[in-house]
């Protein structure tokens, strides 16, 4: 049986498609992505206060290294067999070194409706995720250079919507701990598939219009798009397995590697790299790779994450 909110990014994708006149206001959009962020941010900062951060921190790491790894293997394939352009195949490769806030809620739907259990502090590890690709997708791009604004990058990077309400996010629910968000929770847990629902919807109209421009850029960005998520979520699930997780944990580190930004390293990269094409990351990250993932990727990186632990006997 297929998740409500599953059908609902499908119904935002035939809308747009048909070229239905239906849209999201843009003031309802944002207001969605604001409680969907701070929902998110909320749980990891509950769970935080329950554990020391000192037993994260080879996690963190261990999630941080990976954050840099995968761009350093995404760009020699656009550049080399993609024939992007170096600033577009760095642009492309921070996008897919990055993380999906999107992906990750529509995976944390998919383990409570399937009572699958995960490691809480999760939302943690996608505030990591979102930075050190933008690092490395601006130097592979630039290279080291004095005049580098990097005072910009960083605002950007950390004042963004995204980063401020995920972090702030997570401190309110670290210092408030779990009595004290009781009297938060009708908004913020009880209504957070229905506010999925709708991001969703709009997220299914915003992937439509990007299935359009697959036309003029060839069937290379569908095979990567593609073939990059399912590389980078056996890194994630094998880094899983090495660091202890669950096999809930397990798969939503891999979901976390296998998704693309579609919100912080395209902001980033119009401030350091403006000669970047962002139709070509974006068609990637929005038209094929979180479809990709919302409808199929999902229930496949949970079942590897449980074939790996099998094996393992982890």
Do not use: C
């Amino acid at each position: 049986m297929i998740d409500p909110i599953i059908l609902f990014f499908i119904l935002g994708i035939v809308a747009g498609l048909a070229r239905s006149e239906l849209r999201l206001p843009a003031q309802i959009y944002d207001f969605v992505s604001i409680l969907l962020l701070l929902s998110i941010g909320l749980k990891g900062g509950v769970e935080l206060a329950k554990q020391p951060f000192g037993a994260l921190a080879p996690q963190v790491l261990a999630v941080l290294l990976m954050g840099l790894s995968l761009p350093l293997v995404a760009f020699p394939v656009l550049r080399y067999l993609g024939r992007f352009k170096r600033a577009d195949a760095a642009s492309i490769a921070a996008h897919y070194g990055s993380v999906s806030v999107g992906t990750y809620a529509v995976a944390a739907a998919y383990m409570a409706s399937n009572g699958v259990s995960f490691e809480e502090h999760m939302p943690l590890l996608l505030v990591i995720l979102e930075i050190p690709a933008i690092v490395v997708g601006i130097l592979l791009a630039r290279g080291l250079r004095r005049d580098m604004q990097w005072g910009l990058v960083t605002h950007e990077i950390f004042a963004g919507k995204g980063i401020m309400l995920l972090l702030g996010g997570l401190v309110i629910g670290w210092v408030a701990g779990p009595e004290g968000l009781v009297p938060l929770e009708p908004l913020f847990i009880d209504l957070f598939k229905g506010i999925l629902a709708l991001f969703l919807l709009e997220m299914g109209l915003i992937a439509a219009s990007r299935i359009s421009a697959l036309r003029y850029h060839g069937p290379f960005l569908v095979v990567f798009g593609i073939g990059m998520s399912l590389f980078s979520a056996v890194v994630g699930a094998g880094l899983g397995v090495a660091l202890g997780l669950s096999p809930g944990g397990t798969a939503m580190l891999a979901t976390l590697a296998a998704s693309a930004s579609y919100i912080a390293v395209p902001a980033a990269m119009r401030i350091s790299v403006p000669e970047a094409n962002p139709t070509l990351s974006l068609t990637a990250s929005l038209g094929v790779t979180f479809p990709f993932n919302v409808l199929i990727g999902i229930p496949l990186y949970y079942e590897m994450s449980l074939r790996i632990h099998s094996a393992f006997g982890a």
